[in-house]
Nanobody, 126 residues
Framework: QVQVVESGGRLVPTGGSLKLSCSVS???????????MAWFRQGPGKERDFVAA???????KESRDSGGRFTISRDGAKNTAALQMNNLMPQDTAVYYC?????????????????WGQGTQVTVSS
């Protein structure tokens, strides 16, 4: 059974940095288990929005909304991914979710992802 677990969310001041982590279990190193990992976020009263994604070959896509402040990375050997967030602003406050898509598509929409973590809260104080 595939499980996705995020960690690292906390309260940070405006202009601060934060690194979120995501781990996936229940997968193998088989080519049949190639998968893309992604981060989405959902602010209060808002829809769940794409942040960044990275596939098995380290091809990435990142939302333009982050303005280059966010960087996704992956450690394939450890089935983990990270989201480095710099120069955080109050509008970055949200629950950040990690998600998995099996295959090689670097998806940017939530419906493409089949496995989700419970989310980790990031709050940026003004």
């Amino acid at each position: 059974q595939v499980q996705v677990v995020e960690s690292g969310g906390r309260l940070v001041p405006t202009g601060g940095s934060l690194k979120l982590s995501c781990s996936v279990s229940g997968v193998t190193s088989s080519p049949d288990d190639m998968y893309t990992m992604a981060w989405f976020r959902q602010g209060p009263g808002k829809e769940r929005d794409f942040v960044a994604a990275i596939d098995t070959f380290d091809s990435t896509k990142e939302s333009r909304d982050s303005g280059g402040r966010f960087t996704i990375s992956r450690d394939g050997a450890k089935n983990t991914a990270a989201l480095q967030m710099n120069n955080l602003m109050p509008q970055d406050t949200a629950v950040y979710y990690c998600a998995v898509l099996f295959g090689t598509v670097v998806g940017t929409t939530a419906y493409q992802y089949t496995h989700w973590g419970q989310g980790t809260q990031v709050t940026v104080s003004s």
